[in-house]
Structure formats: C-alpha cells, structure tokens
C-alpha cells in the first residue's frame, strides 16, 4: 500500500512509518497538520491515509475535515481516522456519505500490529474497519430502530461483525459456526433491510451504514 500519515503527535508518527515501511508498505508523507495532509494527498495520491482527527491549531476536528475533503476530492484514497477516544459525531459525518473505504480505530489498536495493518489494508481496498467500541456506542440506537426490528438476535450479531469489517470467514469463526451458515445470514440480513444484488451498489457497506445509522 502507498500510504499518508497525518499525526501531530511526532513520536507516534514516525512509529506508524516505520512499522508500516518495516511490513513492506510504501509511506509517502508523514504530516502534522490538515493543511499539509490536503498537500500531501493531492501530490502522491496514496491508497490510502491514516489522519488523527485532532490535529493543530484548535485541536478539535481539522483532521475529520481533512478527511472528509479528501473523500470528495479523491474518491479513491481510503481514510482511516485515527483517535484517542471515542467521537461517535466524527464517526457518523465520516460515513454520512455512504461511501466505502473508510474507518475509524481508536489509537489503542496500534498495539496490535496485525489488527491495525488489517484494518488498513480493508480500507485502501475499499471496504469499511471500524472499532468494536465505536460500533458499539454507534449502534446503541440501532438496536431499537424499526427497520431493524424484522432482524433475528443472529442476524443483528452477524450485521454488528461486518460493521467491523470483518469478512464471512471471519465472522465464522467469531461465531464457531460454518461459513455457510453466515453466508445465509448475511443473505437474510440483505433480504430484510430491502437491498438488492446491485452493479453500482455494495450492498455489505449499505447494510452497515443503515445499521449505524438507525
């Protein structure tokens, strides 16, 4: 993966250059502020980029805006947000696009070296990685929503795993159960929430977002 790193934090962004350039992934800028990120994104064009949502000068949201321009303006970078706590409003106006190749991990993941390139490498291929913690705090609501109300207790379960990312396999083997057995609730979930196969739709990341959003 060609990969841009926005994190004011110097010391932890040296550290995911390293760690991602000793695991064969090409970093192509490393930044400290939304301003230079924009820059940096519009010269390389990455893959995708890893931007900490408090950055300089308020500390508050520059780098959600920066990432939410660069889903506008390069529609084929991925954007993994990156953040000490928790933030469900920057998590909901990240994805209150529908677009895919998008995430949201909480620092804490870097820990895991595996879990964190994983996460990465689903969102530079399009696909969607978001936190178990920030799933949960988002879909607090979800649970009592209407339209979600036809889904079976399994369904709910197998709809939560893949607001993760997590692929039919691995849910699978989260769940000790066959990969066909998923496959059928997957299909179900599809079924019920009024998603069709589409050509111009991906239906696994228009279920999540219904998921969150309700």
């Known amino acids: 993966m060609r990969v841009v790193i926005a994190e004011d934090a110097a010391v932890l962004r040296e550290l995911l250059a390293q760690m991602l350039v000793e695991r064969g992934h090409e ?13 940096a994104v519009a010269e390389h064009r990455p893959d ?16 959600l805006r920066a990432a939410i321009d660069i889903r506008r303006e390069h529609p084929g970078t991925g954007v993994l947000l990156f953040s000490q706590y928790v933030e469900t409003k ?17 620092k804490d ?13 689903r969102v530079a ?11 949960t705090q988002l879909a607090g609501a979800s649970r009592r929503a209407a339209e979600l109300t036809p889904l079976t207790a399994r369904e709910r379960q197998v709809l939560s795993l893949m607001a993760e990312g997590r692929s039919n396999a691995a849910i699978a083997q989260t769940l ?7 496959e059928k609730h997957v299909a179900a979930v ?25």
């Open 190 to 214: 599809f079924d019920k929430l009024g998603l069709p196969a589409s050509h111009d739709a991906n239906r696994r990341v228009l279920a999540v977002l219904r998921y969150l959003r309700g």
């Open 27 to 39: 970093v192509c800028a490393t930044v400290g502020d939304a301003d230079a990120l924009r820059a």
């Open 109 to 121: 993941r870097v820990a895991n070296v595996a879990e964190f390139t994983d996460a990465l490498a």
């Open 176 to 182: 000790v159960v066959s990969a066909g057995t998923v």
């Open 125 to 135: 291929g399009g696909g969607t990685a978001l936190d178990p913690e920030v799933v």
């Open 48 to 63: 995708v980029t890893v931007v900490d949502i408090r950055m300089p000068p308020s500390h508050t949201d520059e780098g």
């Open 90 to 106: 920057y998590a909901t106006r990240l994805l209150s696009d529908g677009s895919a190749g998008v995430g949201y991990l909480l």
